[in-house]
């Protein structure tokens, strides 16, 4: 295991706003994957594609910056 995955594994441990980060993340790979696995998408579905990809990457984004102050 890389130190920059033990640093995050201990952050969701003891971080309570990284872990709410972790889950909301994890939410939205859940629902990305519920979609992916339709035959076809109306557009509302394929909008709200685009928007969970969005959301999905700025908290990784975020996660991603408080683990590097909190590793720093």
Do not use: C, F, I, V
């Amino acid at each position: 295991m890389t130190s920059m995955q033990q640093l995050r594994d201990q952050m969701a441990d003891q971080d309570p706003e990284y872990r709410r980060l972790l889950e909301e993340h994890h939410k939205r790979a859940q629902r990305l994957e519920e979609l992916s696995r339709k035959g076809w998408l109306t557009n509302e579905e394929e909008q709200e594609e685009k928007r969970l990809k969005k959301e999905k990457l700025q908290l990784k984004d975020q996660m991603e910056a408080r683990a590097r102050s909190h590793g720093a």
